[in-house]
């Protein structure tokens, strides 16, 4: 079957402008998560959907960072004012319960560069 | 803040030999997870190990844990140069209210061929 699919795969944009990057988890998963990765470094947790409970937006890097996850479906990550320490590889996962035990599934990642 | 640390950060080995990776990580846990990931690409997942469990293998794959010592190690047996990419360790923290997997910083492995 289909795994996570993210668009775009690569975004280049002026600093100061607003992007938004996309997430289409499998079917039927009800988590979901966002981690940003700088090249040559490890995960940075983003944030964390689960079905309808409040999202955990305890990694969201300040106030620029924003996503929301429509239906329990598609998720959308958008970053308002880019900087161009925001230049790095987004990475949507999704996974099909909150659970520890449930691992996750990666899209390829989006990278963004700001220029 | 980072929760595992994976050493040696980089690891280059010839084909056929062993690779060992080690994740040290701070907080109590419920499982620890290793994942994969090719050069451009998501990640993959490759094994999980319950905090109660001390050994697990699959396949090539053999990791280990130890809860006292906050510490796992993923053995690579008999490596090919397609098992070239960076290793991540993620654990779950056990007194977290939510499930977020928080990742190391990644062990980089080269099998020459």
């Known amino acids: 079957g289909a795994g996570v699919s993210q668009s775009p795969s690569n975004k280049v944009t002026e600093k100061g402008k607003d992007v938004e990057l996309r997430c289409d988890p499998i079917?039927?998963?009800?988590?979901l998560y966002w981690y940003r990765q700088s090249l040559g470094q490890g995960l940075e947790f983003l944030i964390y959907f689960q079905g309808n409970s409040a999202p955990d937006k305890s990694g969201l890097p300040s106030d620029r960072f924003s996503a929301e996850r429509t239906g329990g479906s598609v998720s959308t990550l958008t970053i308002q004012r880019t900087q161009q320490e925001d230049s790095a590889v987004y990475l949507c996962?999704?996974?099909?319960?909150?659970?520890?035990?449930?691992?996750?599934?990666f899209g390829n990642g989006t990278r963004l560069t700001v220029t | 803040s980072q929760q595992g640390e994976e050493d040696p950060q980089a690891l280059s080995i010839q084909e056929g030999e062993n690779a060992t990776m080690n994740c040290s990580y701070k907080t109590s846990i419920n499982n620890l997870q290793w994942y994969r990931q090719n050069s451009g690409r998501g990640l993959v997942h490759l094994i999980l190990i319950r905090s109660n469990e001390r050994e697990k293998h699959s396949g090539r794959l053999r990791v280990t844990l130890d809860t006292s010592k906050k510490s796992s190690s993923l053995l690579i047996t008999a490596s090919r140069a397609a098992d070239t990419a960076s290793y991540f360790c993620?654990?779950?923290?056990?007194?977290?209210?939510?499930?977020?997997?928080?990742f190391g910083s990644g062990t980089r492995l080269l099998v020459r061929p």
């Open positions: 993620a654990t779950g923290p056990l007194m977290d209210s939510s499930y977020k997997l928080i």
């Open positions: 079917s039927g998963h009800t988590a």
């Open positions: 996962a999704s996974s099909p319960t909150a659970s520890y035990n449930s691992p996750l599934h």
